[in-house]
């Protein structure tokens, strides 16, 4: 069992910033990948940014050049440094991983850009 602990959403204007972490708590852990993903509100679930254990990472393009996934191997935990946030950032950003073939998904943290 894999638990994943988000924290740092919140309600921040247009043009600001705000910092994503993602702990993974469990016995054992096998952790490769890590990822972010996020759903507004009528939309599909998307995979914003990943990264693998190696450092190796991935983005959409609406958020190249803005977002940054990063990762502390030692502490299991994964980081989204968002920065110019445009209001079509807002969502419920969720953390990803794989652990021994299962997926496993965090609570969801709110992010709400505002114009």
């Known amino acids: 069992q ?5 924290s740092g ?3 921040v ?3 600001g910033s705000l910092r994503l972490s993602c702990a993974a708590h469990g016995r054992s852990l096998s952790i490769k990948t890590m990822a972010w993903y996020r759903q507004a509100p009528g939309k599909q679930r998307e995979l914003v940014a990943s990264i693998t254990k190696g450092g190796s990472a991935n983005y959409i393009d ?4 803005r977002f940054t996934i990063s990762r502390d191997n030692a502490k299991n ?3 989204l440094q968002m920065n110019s946030l445009k209001r079509e950032d807002t969502a419920l950003y969720y953390c990803h991983t794989v652990n ?3 997926d496993y998904w965090g609570q969801g943290t709110q992010v ?4």
Do not use: H, I
């Open 62 to 65: 609406s958020v190249k050049g």
């Open 77 to 79: 935990t994964v980081y």
């Open 9 to 11: 959403g919140g309600l």
């Open 100 to 102: 021994y073939f299962s």
């Open 112 to 115: 709400t850009v505002s114009s």
């Open 13 to 15: 204007q247009a043009g």
């Open 2 to 6: 894999v638990q994943l602990v988000e």
